[in-house]
């Protein structure tokens, strides 16, 4: 891995890939999406280069969700689960030392929040946030347990299907991004007017954690898998042509 | 057409949602973490150039505060490097972080930032950038993190040489990027996402 050429130009983001800044059946952007479209410009050393975490912001419990804000000897109701996965470039190289902040509702579907105000009830053992960093290969593991569905003021009826939300930084703040992982089966995926903000159902698929019963543990947790793709450089032979400079 | 051939396809952006917070900053949304949010210090005692406090507030299309929404922050130190293991032109200040982050205040939108002017970046093709601050907002109702840059109403003359300000030919346009200087090494930079005043965002 070469830090040098470190003008490399990104790949833009995804238009086909990305949602819409703007969708009517999604309330809360139709007064926060810009009506301008972004000005797009080459990736410049504010973009390319980014802010890095040193393994040592991650404690002892920040992976497990099911421990990390329970009482002692106790644990979080809900299905226990592992979610893991890589994160890797579009060009296929994996993104290692990346740092992943993820935050979930708990099992009921409720968050713990100070706006929050459904009436599902709070479990006392789960706060529903965790973070870890990946490893050389860009995999990473936390275990929690499955948050729940829930419904919420954009329509008459809208219900969330059951996600965790997760914050990626990889190496350049070009990449810089948050999204969602929904799971496998789930009936509210379709439904929802957060997911169909994304056009492409091959890209909504992408967000869907799978079942994964090879990284189940056997009498304790079940696994999904979850890999994220993060914008890589343009491949072009100019790339190379910096590293002299 | 691209060069390049990509292997694998982006993951979609969601939305960071009314909870960001629980996961980013999540000391300031109560939970108790026993240590403090990330982002929430860019510099450290002895950093060098000039400190200054940026704050400003967030704001929807009716002029209301957004309240849940995150920014970050990026930028070079004093001289114009970044720290960032891809930083090549040099060894950026130690004691300067460079990225920063900031929960919204939950009545008036508000953020403030504790840094210290940026220098012009000078990059590896010898183009001069003024200084500038990379921005990315997310909260409920933005779909993707959206990205804009901070410049200073006291850097004229680089403002008018830099490349990407360059690219908005507007001129009122420019004005969202250009900070207000509202005292000694304080300025203000509000965050319009739409209206009359909305500001000029990137796809960089």
Same mark, same amino acid.
């Given at each position: 891995m070469s830090a040098k050429g470190s003008d490399g130009i990104f790949s833009n983001w995804d238009a086909e890939r990305q949602p819409k800044a703007y969708s009517q059946d999604y309330k809360s952007s139709i007064l926060r999406s810009p009506k301008q479209p972004p000005i797009s410009f080459p990736t410049t050393l504010a973009e390319v280069t980014g802010p890095v975490f040193g393994h040592d912001i991650i404690g002892e419990l920040d992976h497990d969700l099911i421990h990390n804000f329970a009482a002692s000897g106790e644990s979080a109701i809900g299905p226990r689960i592992i979610v893991h996965g890589r994160v890797s470039d579009e060009n296929g190289n994996p993104v290692p030392n990346a740092l992943l902040?993820?935050?979930?509702?708990?099992?009921?579907?409720?968050?713990?929040?100070?706006?929050? +105000?459904?009436?599902?009830?709070?479990? #006392?053992?789960?706060?529903?946030?965790?973070?870890?960093?990946?490893?050389?290969?860009?995999?990473?593991?936390?275990?929690?347990?499955?948050?729940? #569905?829930? #419904?919420? $003021?954009? +329509? $008459?009826?809208?219900?969330?299907?059951?996600?965790?939300?997760?914050?990626?930084?990889?190496?350049?703040?070009?990449?810089?991004l948050i999204t969602q992982m929904y799971f496998e089966g789930d009936p509210h995926i379709r439904l929802c007017p957060i997911v169909g903000t994304i056009t492409s159902p091959e890209a909504v698929q992408s967000l869907i954690g799978r079942l994964d019963m090879e990284r189940t543990v056997p009498m304790d947790a079940r696994a999904y898998h979850f890999d994220i793709v993060l914008r890589g450089r343009e491949q072009t032979f100019f790339e190379n042509q910096m590293d002299g400079l | 057409m691209s060069v390049s051939s990509k292997r694998l396809l982006q993951t979609p952006s969601q939305t960071a949602g009314p909870y960001v917070h629980i996961g980013c900053t999540p000391k300031f949304a109560g939970?108790?973490?026993?240590?403090?949010?990330?982002?929430?210090?860019?510099?450290? &005692?002895?950093?060098?150039?000039?400190?200054?406090?940026?704050?400003?507030?967030?704001? &929807?299309?009716?002029?209301?505060? =957004?309240?849940?929404?995150?920014?970050?922050?990026?930028?070079?130190?004093?001289?114009? @490097?970044?720290?960032?293991?891809?930083?090549? !032109?040099?060894?950026?200040?130690?004691?300067?972080?460079?990225?920063?982050?900031?929960?919204? &205040?939950?009545?008036?939108?508000?953020?403030?930032?504790?840094? =210290?002017?940026?220098?012009? =970046?000078?990059?590896?093709?010898?183009? !001069?950038?003024?200084?500038?601050?990379?921005?990315?907002?997310?909260?409920?109702?933005?779909? !993707?993190? @959206?990205?804009?840059?901070?410049?200073?109403? &006291?850097? =004229?003359?680089?403002?008018?040489?830099?490349?990407?300000?360059?690219?908005?030919?507007?001129?009122?346009?420019?004005?969202?990027?250009?900070?207000?200087?509202?005292?000694?090494?304080s300025y203000r930079f509000d965050i319009h996402l739409q209206g009359e005043n909305e500001t000029v965002f990137f796809d960089a």
């Open positions: 902040e993820i935050w979930q509702a708990n099992a009921g579907g409720r968050y713990r929040h100070v706006k929050e +105000g459904y009436i599902a009830a709070l479990d #006392p053992n789960f706060g529903g946030c965790g973070r870890v960093i990946t490893k050389a290969d860009g995999s990473y593991e936390f275990w929690t347990v499955q948050p729940g #569905p829930y #419904p919420w $003021p954009n +329509g $008459p009826n809208d219900w969330r299907p059951a996600h965790i939300h997760f914050s990626v930084f990889g190496p350049s703040f070009a990449q810089r | 939970l108790n973490t026993g240590k403090a949010d990330l982002g929430s210090s860019l510099i450290k &005692d002895g950093v060098k150039g000039e400190g200054i406090q940026i704050s400003g507030s967030v704001y &929807d299309g009716k002029g209301a505060p =957004v309240t849940d929404a995150m920014v970050e922050i990026w930028q070079a130190d004093y001289s114009g @490097l970044f720290r960032s293991p891809l930083e090549t !032109r040099g060894e950026a200040d130690p004691l300067f972080d460079g990225w920063g982050r900031a929960a919204c &205040d939950a009545q008036t939108g508000g953020f403030c930032f504790e840094t =210290v002017k940026p220098g012009a =970046v000078i990059d590896n093709m010898g183009v !001069r950038h003024a200084p500038h601050i990379t921005f990315w907002i997310v909260a409920r109702g933005i779909n !993707r993190g @959206l990205h804009t840059r901070l410049y200073f109403p &006291d850097e =004229v003359e680089a403002n008018a040489n830099d490349s990407v300000l360059a690219l908005i030919t507007d001129q009122n346009s420019i004005a969202t990027l250009i900070a207000a200087k509202v005292a000694d090494a």
